[in-house]
């Protein structure tokens, strides 16, 4: 195993057990891979002759072909297994269904999946590297390494930011992940939304709760909008989508209030008019569509490094 | 007739009489014959030396679940009460969420016929409160009673109508046994699968406040004062739940209750790693609930340690923390975790771990035994309270593997059961 494997380990399975340092080594990696992206034959031989199966048991637009677009761009050769259609639909446990993926002989399985944990539960069965691309309300590492880039890239550092993530954090994935990672890297984290959809304790990770939106606005270099994850909210958390939009949506109005510049991060898909308004996800601040850019990059990154690409790597180089 | 028995040179600990002294026991016609020095016993009774060890009435679990009839694949009665012996249990009062429930007295009857047939531990089954379990219409207590059973309790489904479970204390008192309540506000806890607390939140896994069990502990409590009839609380788990009780002993209530191994061992700490062994409901909570149950054990909040074993199979263990079934094994690790957990580090004596899982277990669902006074059952145990052992479920006499201590070094194991004057379970090679 090369430095880079064994200094990112087996899988990722969350931003929590990652160092700094292994933080900063991915981001280092993926701002190399941002270029393959850029050109007019979008491929290098990294992963030439790797496998990898993109296990999605759940709906995914972005993540699922942000992924795809980065293992082709790396030349793997990829299979995507969906619960329908699958032998799930029969009722394979998960175990079963990885175990006898991994008797076809794969390098690697990214898998999204509905329940916390299901990424490390299939890491400690099956021999492949894991990449977590999102567990129930558990981690979505890289989500939140994405938004790590992003907010690089806009402030030139991470270190001394503030980042307020705002919205559904009870259900959010993506919100844990951005917590640990912006903690690691020095940022300034608070949470603000309803009190009904914030989890218990969360102030324990080293984040403040800001209850009020607009405070969140004043006190923030940037915000993090999460999606209201409406198909969560049997549970009857908030009264209604047209109050939320009033009391914790983020306005144009709101913003422009708060009289600064705001870096607006949302890791989709949005729900215009309810968390977000249009003019503010498609105005200047908005740094959206820049994320789903470097959800590639990031998603390149990880994959080489975990399958043992050196973090040096050079223009069309390979292992 | 059985051989008669004589037990020689233990330290007799008889919680019933506060008794705590080396001297013989003499077991004849499936009794005690007497206790004392010097026994000689008639030509032909089987001499056991017990030099070192601790002879006791046999340990009570007023709380387990043999899965017999339905899920048989999980657990019989006949391997749950062997399972049993092999911890020290003469007796184990078993769980009506059984499939048929034990809402008949056909199905009472079944059990107890299976428990004969076993021969092993004794088995007291448990009716429902509600026929079906389903919290609507009560069962036939009466029936129930009359085929057998020593309490009633809708265990797993808590009974939600304070109606219900109002009548059903006032109902109770009519044939002296006790209610049973798993309590759990399910409206709160629904599709929880582990506390409510850091650890959830870091884990990403739906809670389950401590506040679920103690609204619904404080309801049968008031319900309790309302009807004077008997509850007896299932598993506690939290600090609040402890503190409840407290007063409501004070106040002269009939509330008991009873607390679980694993609640007094473990912290929600065990789920890291999403470690389904560790799922169970209750859940188990925060260092600070552990450290209440130890004091309410100590102090006599709490009555009685049950073990609530719950075997399930290891391929329903091994999947998503959200989908794996709740519980785990109890019986054949219990006493040992009392005793590493409870008597080594001196929260309380062994004399007192033995008044709440075998004497105390017998007063509050009025079963035979839980003495050794002349007369009673001779349901005894030879406990070696000393000895270090490593937990292998693969030894398990149960069906089942099911456990978080899998691994873990304890102190205190049975070598001897003895059930109606019969040894029912010996330790091989010790």
């Known amino acids: ?319 | 007739m059985s051989q008669p028995i004589l037990i020689r040179g233990g330290r007799v600990i008889d919680p019933s009489r506060r008794a705590d002294d080396v001297a013989d026991v003499y077991l004849a016609e499936g009794k005690v014959a007497s206790v004392g020095r010097n026994i000689t016993g008639e030509d032909g009774c089987r001499v056991i030396e017990a030099r070192g060890r601790v002879v006791t009435p046999g340990l009570i679990d007023l709380h387990v679940h043999l899965r017999e009839p339905g899920f048989e694949d999980l657990e019989t009665i006949a391997t749950g009460a062997m399972a049993a012996a092999a911890g020290g249990f003469t007796a184990v009062c078993a769980m009506p969420n059984t499939d048929p429930p034990l809402d008949n007295q056909g199905a009472v009857g079944f059990v107890i016929s299976q428990a004969q047939k076993a021969q092993k531990a004794r088995v007291y089954p448990i009716g429902t409160i509600s026929v079906g379990q389903k919290g609507e219409s009560l069962s036939e207590f009466g029936e129930l009673v009359g085929a057998g059973a020593v309490a009633v309790s809708d265990d797993g489904k808590p009974v939600m109508s304070s109606h219900l479970m109002r009548t059903a204390l006032e109902y109770a008192r009519t044939f002296g046994i006790p209610v049973a309540d798993h309590c759990e506000e399910i409206t709160l806890a629904a599709g929880g699968a582990m506390h409510e607390g850091l650890v959830s939140t870091r884990l990403g896994l739906k809670g389950i406040p401590a506040a679920a069990e103690e609204i619904h502990v404080a309801r049968d409590i008031i319900l309790s004062g309302l009807t004077g009839g008997h509850i007896h609380l299932c598993h506690m788990s939290t600090r609040g739940s402890a503190e409840m009780i407290r007063r409501a002993k004070h106040e002269g209530l009939r509330v008991t209750a009873e607390v679980t191994p694993h609640h007094f061992t473990l912290t929600h700490e065990a789920c890291e790693g999403y470690n389904t062994n560790a799922k169970m409901n209750p859940p188990l909570r925060e260092p600070e609930d552990v450290e209440a149950l130890r004091m309410a054990l100590k102090d006599g909040t709490v009555d009685v340690i049950a073990t609530d074993h719950a075997p399930h199979h290891y391929d329903a263990k091994e999947r998503e923390f959200d989908d794996a079934p709740n519980g785990i094994l109890g019986l054949e690790t219990a006493f040992a975790l009392a005793v590493t957990e409870l008597v080594r580090p001196g929260i309380i004596t062994l004399p007192d771990l033995l008044y709440r899982m075998s004497t105390r277990p017998a007063q509050l669902f009025a079963l035979p035994g839980g003495t050794l006074a002349v007369g009673a059952p001779a349901d005894v145990t030879i406990l070696d309270p000393d000895a270090e052992w490593t937990v292998d479920p693969t030894r398990f006499f149960s069906k089942s593997r099911n456990t978080p201590f899998a691994g873990r070094k304890l102190h205190g194991r049975a070598d001897l059961t003895i059930v109606r004057g019969r040894v029912v379970f010996e330790r091989g090679n010790r």
């Not at chain 1, 200094?7 to 929590?16: C, P, V």
């Not at chain 1, 637009?61 to 050769?77: G, M, N, P, V």
């Not at chain 1, 009190?195 to 004043?218: F, K, T, Y």
Request: glycine letters at 10%.
């Open chain 1, 1 to 319: 195993m090369t430095p880079a494997a064994a200094a990112l380990g087996k899988d990722l399975l969350g931003l929590e057990n990652l160092t700094r340092e292994q933080i900063q080594l991915i981001l280092g990696t993926a701002e190399r891979f941002k270029e393959v992206s850029e050109r007019p034959i979008k491929k290098v031989p990294a992963l030439r002759g790797k496998t990898i199966v993109n296990l999605f048991f759940e709906a995914s637009t972005r993540t699922r072909i942000s992924f795809e677009f980065a293992e082709k761009r790396l030349s793997a050769d990829t299979v995507n297994v969906g619960s329908s259609g699958s032998s799930v639909a029969k009722g394979e446990t998960l175990v079963d269904t990885a175990r006898n993926l991994e008797a076809m002989r794969i390098d690697m399985v990214v898998i999204r999946h509905g329940a916390s944990g299901s990424a490390e539960f299939l890491s400690r069965r099956i021999r492949s590297n894991v990449v977590n691309a999102g567990d129930g309300k558990h981690e979505h590492p890289t989500q939140g390494l994405l938004d790590l880039l992003t907010l690089k890239d806009r402030f030139g550092k991470v270190e001394g930011l503030k980042v307020a993530i705002c919205g559904d954090v009870l259900h959010s994935r993506v919100a844990r992940s951005n917590i640990w990672g912006l903690k690691k890297l020095g940022a300034e984290v608070a949470v603000c939304g309803p009190a009904s959809l914030l989890p218990s304790g969360i102030a324990a990770l080293g984040v403040e709760v800001i209850p009020r939106i607009d405070d969140a606005i004043a006190w923030a270099d940037a915000l993090n909008v999460l999606r209201l994850q409406l198909e969560r909210m049997t549970g009857g958390f908030i009264p209604s989508l047209r109050e939320y939009n009033r009391v914790f949506g983020v306005t144009r109005e709101r913003l422009e209030r708060a009289g600064k510049d705001l870096v607006i991060m949302h890791p989709g898909p949005m729900n215009r008019g309810v968390e977000i308004d249009s003019d503010v996800a498609d105005g200047p601040h908005s740094v959206i569509l820049p994320q789903v850019t470097n959800g590639v990059a990031v998603r390149m990154a990880v994959l080489y490094l975990l399958a043992g690409g050196s973090p040096d790597w050079q223009q069309g180089g390979g292992e």
